[in-house]
């Protein structure tokens, strides 16, 4: 891969760039497949969800002379990246619609400290617009399912990273691990089990087969994070239809599972969820405890406890929509949640995902009457 | 806000949990009797507060109305009539007019979802905490010898508590009297365990009954959950220093009765509503009290709440504001919201931080801080 460190050189691709995100909408993916892109830039996208069109989901920021509006999928964001001393720079992306209701797909292609600055600039356009976040069973579904609808290429592995839970002399702490294989997705799978680990993102290069003989160099090398971000070298095209369309689906599916659970959108009739665990978690008085103190930190929200012990129950809400939800932890491996007058998918995703990443992952279903 | 001691703050959870409690264990007595293993029993009903009509014969409160805690049909020729006390005053003395109440119902009661609106046969219930339990049952066996009349002939003494097993489980069992069906009869005599996660799954919004709850639970309810939503269409008052929201009590109480109350269960001219307009009213009048509501003087709102955010346990803070006298509110209330308060929503350009979404300083003001600072010393 050809490094571009000339300045002029940089400036020349960056405007490049900006015109292919400023082409037609239909047209932009095929120009990416057309785009050779060179180091330190990468083609980076992220999955987002919005009830919204996309020019009015970013109005506001508009009306402040953040973003600048190129087509209604194509914008400049005005942004500093970078510490000590920082830079402004207009950075272009686009937002593009996902073929699934409501799923837009976010594109850029920059260096790392732009993409970074774009994902908190989207982040924080919540409830307008809503991250999708992959649990690691949704992670690993969806390159499962990849790897079923992609007979003509080998999938391998090539770099893992997670948390897995360490025991020191001050208690349980996390541990982020970095690992680099050559494996078959069923083999890492049964490592992360064995280890207990959380996968946070998967590396994996598709190789080109033809009967049972494979290419030695992959046709596509692909990063996904549980944050709905997708990194690739290689092929567009192959990501575009296959990774992104996955990663797309498995966030669909599950912000219409999570949509219409307010009581005014269902005339008052309840509609809980379940977050299963495998182990029964609550069975330790200590856990009861700590998701308690979890909860309460739920950022930005407003919270009351109405009891910690044995058992957990509190109600809070997501201040940036106005969603509510209540709490029950009654048995050994389950949290009920109960939401209440308002609750926003995107709210219900938020607080699901908070409860993943803060106090451990789980299973969610419907719980209705058992 | 002063901080509650912690043995304050348990009674304030404990206060809260005791209410939700007692709408559980009546949740889950009633499906103990209208439910089979499976499915709803064939006409069974079941209503909270239930407006029922004492007979002409009955020995405390002849042709009146009486409205028992629970009243469940388990078919068209039997039911229960239940009075729940989780409670009861520590003065024992006083315990004879629970004695009295429960005679009332132990009568021939019309208002039954039957025909003629009356039942074959019918039992008068007392679901006792345990921890009172055998204590009534004396005091009920005393009463009893003094005046044959003075307990009814079909009436049962059910205790009940919390068992916080692994399984949280609420639990039945009788201990004085019986019931005169005998399918309920033996399963009560054994106990009844009703899974609390089954009591949610199935009544998941059922929050309140036919008494009030206490005012410090209410508050944070409508705080976080109604109050919170309409923040979105109002603008923030920098001379106020909170976001102002009209309401009126009735709108309240009729969206509590739907989402959490009455209008849950069934509905005829017999039931009563709950949450009501009056416990309503309370509840934003102690807002008044505490500088976080204003009382409008015309229109169909009667109040403007102050809505602010508050990042403390919202249950303990209005119990420590409704225990605050009301000369001390001024400043107590004017901390910690000195400082401008971020929308809540409307426009994301507005809102703070939250974890893996780091705001953007450029694009937005900074969030309020999670950590309180102490107020100024007077």
Not at chain 2, 147 to 163: C, D, I
Request: with cysteine; hydrophobic share 40%; proline share 5%.
């Amino acid at each position: 891969m050809t490094r571009l460190t000339d300045a002029r050189e940089r400036r020349k691709f960056e405007v490049f760039v900006e015109e292919i995100l400023a082409s037609a909408a239909d047209d932009v993916p095929g120009h990416l497949a057309q785009l050779s892109v060179p180091d330190p830039f990468r083609l980076r996208m992220k999955v987002l969800y919005s009830r919204d069109t996309i020019s009015a989901a970013l109005a506001q920021q508009q009306k402040l002379g953040n973003v600048h509006e190129r087509n209604p999928h194509a914008f400049r964001l005005n942004v500093s990246v970078g510490r000590a001393p920082s830079r402004k720079v207009r950075l272009p992306f686009a937002i593009l619609d996902a073929g699934r209701p409501n799923m837009f797909v976010a594109i850029a292609v920059c260096a790392r400290e732009e993409w970074q600055a774009l994902v908190r600039f989207l982040d924080a356009r919540y409830p307008q617009l809503v991250p999708v976040y992959l649990s690691q069973r949704e992670l690993i579904g969806s390159i499962k399912t990849l790897r079923h609808s992609t007979p003509d290429l080998d999938l391998r592995v090539r770099e893992m990273s997670a948390t897995e839970k360490i025991e020191t002399e001050t208690g349980k702490r996390k541990r982020s691990v970095r690992e680099w294989t050559d494996e078959d997705l069923d083999n890492l799978l049964v490592h992360v089990e064995d280890r207990r680990q959380i996968i946070n993102s998967l590396r994996f290069d598709f190789h080109r087969r033809i009967n049972d003989k494979v290419d030695v160099i992959p046709t596509l090398s692909c990063k996904v994070t549980r944050k709905a971000i997708v990194e690739i070298s290689g092929k567009f095209a192959v990501a575009w239809d296959t990774v992104i369309a996955d990663v797309v689906a498995a966030g669909a599916e599950k912000l219409k599972f999570f949509s219409q659970r307010g009581l005014r959108d269902r005339n008052y009739s309840a509609s809980p969820l379940a977050i299963h665990f495998k182990k029964q978690v609550f069975d330790d008085l200590a856990e009861v405890r700590r998701f308690v103190d979890v909860m309460r930190k739920y950022p930005h929200s407003a919270y009351a406890v109405e009891h910690g012990n044995p058992y957990a129950h509190l109600q809070l809400s997501d201040r940036y929509d106005g969603s509510s939800f209540e709490l029950w932890a009654v048995t050994s491996d389950e949290i009920l949640v109960l939401p209440r007058l308002r609750a926003t998918e995107g709210a219900v995703e938020r607080l699901i995902h908070y409860i993943y990443d803060e106090f451990r992952e789980g299973e969610v279903t419907d719980a209705g009457a058992a | 806000m002063p901080e509650l001691p912690e043995d304050e703050q348990r009674k304030v959870r404990d206060a809260a949990e005791d209410y939700q409690s007692t709408v559980h264990a009546m949740l889950a007595f009633s499906a103990f009797v209208v439910h089979d293993a499976t499915a709803q029993r064939p006409n069974s009903h079941f209503g909270f507060g239930r407006r029922m009509t004492t007979s002409k014969a009955n020995v405390v409160a002849p042709s009146g109305t009486v409205t028992p805690d629970i009243v469940a049909q388990k078919s068209d020729s039997y039911g229960v009539v239940a009075e729940v006390k989780r409670s009861l005053p520590s003065d024992r003395t006083k315990w004879a007019a629970h004695v009295e109440q429960i005679r009332k119902y132990d009568d021939d009661l019309t208002g039954w979802w039957t025909s003629d609106a009356r039942i074959a046969t019918s039992d008068t219930t007392l679901l006792l905490h345990q921890t009172r339990s055998r204590a009534f049952i004396k005091v009920l066996d005393d009463e009893r010898k003094k005046n044959a009349e003075a307990v009814g002939p079909y009436t049962s003494v059910v205790e009940f508590n919390r068992s916080d097993e692994r399984q949280v489980n609420y639990f039945f069992r009788l201990e004085w009297g019986d019931v005169r069906d005998a399918d309920l009869s033996g399963r009560l005599r054994e106990g009844v365990a009703v899974p609390i996660d089954k009591v949610i799954r199935t009544f998941a919004n059922v929050k309140f009954y036919d008494a009030d709850p206490p005012l410090h639970s209410l508050l944070a309810l409508l705080w976080i959950d109604y109050f919170g939503p309409l923040v979105a269409a109002v603008a923030y008052d920098e001379n106020l220093k909170a976001f102002p929201i009209d309401v009126s009590s009735a709108a309240i109480a009729d969206e509590l009765q739907r989402a959490y109350g009455s209008q849950l269960l069934e509905k005829d001219d017999r039931s009563v509503a709950f949450p009501n307009a009056k416990v309503v009213r309370k509840a934003l009048d102690a807002l008044v009290t505490m500088k976080l509501a204003m009382a409008l003087p015309r229109g169909t709102s009667e109040y403007r709440v102050l809505y602010r955010q508050f990042n403390d346990d919202i249950l303990l803070r209005f119990a420590s504001m409704l225990k605050t006298p009301a000369e001390k509110v001024i400043e107590q209330a004017a901390f910690p919201f000195d400082e401008r308060q971020v929308a809540v929503t409307g426009s994301a350009a507005e809102s703070p931080r939250r974890k893996g979404h780091t705001p953007d300083p450029e694009t937005k003001p900074a969030a309020p801080s999670k950590s309180r600072k102490k107020p100024p010393r007077k």
